[in-house]
């Protein structure tokens, strides 16, 4: 069965540094989201993207963080500059066409740790 | 704000119980509901997507249903198992979003 896929899985990083989480939707999949849970907290919307254009974005999706889809598979997420707080588990979902029926898929998704 | 709240926070139940979860969302105008199971530092599995028009959606043990007038979704769980053991999210995409704002989940634990 089809799948979303992210990479790493886990990653550590200073605070100040750049890093760039992928992802790998599902082949006929449309429309993509990056969600975030903070340890103990609720998952939380980050950003949804179609037609290589921003859908949706939340209040915590400010300059920090812009997304891409820089080919025809992967969709990546890229964090500036890394705060403590962006301390979390990212989640990457995809779903077909992005219409009130679709399901959305998600990944399994990478583990973020900035010290 | 559109909110979802979901309680019990955590369940402990016995294994061959029926349990229900409850969600409730603050504004009725959504376009579907999701529930989602979460394994401990896992990714989030889809377990049934009821539309704004249903009332209820069934797929082997679960059963969930809708009342947009109420704001309450339940999942119910017939003849739990050890294995039914994780957190399940309530998640909701309210009319004109495409971001499913989720609830903090009730942990279920089944013991044998």
């Known amino acids: 069965e089809p799948e979303v896929t992210q990479t790493p899985s886990h990653q550590v990083t200073q605070m100040g540094q750049e890093v760039i989480l992928r992802c790998v939707p599902i082949s006929n999949h449309l429309y993509f989201y990056w969600y975030r849970q903070i340890l103990g907290q609720k998952v939380e919307f980050l950003v949804s993207?179609?037609?290589?254009?921003?859908?949706?974005k939340s209040e915590i999706f400010d300059d920090q963080f812009s997304v891409e889809r820089p080919d025809g598979s992967n969709f990546t997420l890229k964090i500036r500059s890394t705060k403590l707080e962006d301390s979390a588990m990212y989640f990457c979902a995809s779903s077909q066409t992005g219409y009130s029926a679709e399901t959305q898929y998600f990944g399994p998704g990478t583990r973020l740790l900035v010290l | 704000k559109q909110e979802v709240t979901q309680i019990p926070a955590a369940l402990s139940v016995p294994e061959g119980e029926n349990l229900v979860l409850n969600c409730s969302f603050t504004d009725s105008a959504i376009y579907n509901l999701q529930w989602f199971r979460q394994d401990p530092g896992k990714g989030l599995t889809s377990l049934l997507l009821i539309q704004s028009s249903q009332r209820e959606q069934t797929s082997g043990r679960l059963n969930a249903s809708l009342d947009k007038s109420s704001g309450r979704s339940t999942l119910y769980i017939a003849a739990s198992q050890p294995g039914d053991s994780a957190t399940y999210l309530c998640a909701v995409i309210f009319q004109a979003g495409t971001a499913l704002i989720f609830g903090k989940g009730t942990t279920l634990s089944v013991s044998s």
């Open positions: 993207f179609y037609n290589n254009e921003i859908s949706e």
